[in-house]
């Protein structure tokens, strides 16, 4: 099965920062990739997704972007963090169309 | 895009007890899938469940997919059962969309 690895599992950055979470999938080739964000411990927004190496699709225009370097590495990045950007995110994995997640990062933005 | 609504929002139960959630949603599906968010925000995938009827031990869900509905039945619940359970569907090669999701909450 996938094992979807996603490091940090908190960070607290101040406002105007950068930020770069990484996720990385095992378990499997050309997945498709998801980062959602889970704002106030309820609903996921879809941020971006990718079906492969350098396409991106944006969902939610916003101080984010992603990148996908490698077939199995999903990056989500900010060049100047926003006090709004703070919430728990996601990286998902769907492979065969069932879905898997990473252990979030709880990020807050002070 | 597809809307999915979820109920009840919150929910209380007795350990023990039995519990019935329910997932509408706007148009048709080819993936409809189930989750359960335990305290420390792991999300842990439950059911694939575009149509018909699953049972993993106490749990089972069912999709009456020509209705636009999909039901997670909880049994005999335990405290472990706490947590916040998602439904989240997806039309052609379109992404999840995530309902609200229903708190549940089981006191011993």
Redesign the interface.
Known sequence: SQTIHQWPATLVQPVGSPLSLECTVEGTSNP?L?W?R?AA????Q?LF?SVGIGQISS?VPQNLSASRPQDRQFILSSKKLLLSDSG?Y?C?C?WR?????G??T?LTVV | GIQVEQSPPDLILQEGANSTLRCNFSDSVN?L?W?HQNP????I?LF?IPSGTKQNGRLSATTVATERYSLLYISSSQTTDSG?Y?C?VASGNT???????T?LSVIA
Do not use: D, H, M, S
């Open positions: 498709n998801y959602y889970q411990g309820r609903g996921l879809l997704y969902e728990f996601l998902a769907i169309t069932e879905a898997f997640f252990q979030g709880r | 993936n899938q989750f420390w925000g792991q999300l995938n694939y916040v998602f989240a992404p999840l969309v995530f309902g609200k999701g708190r």
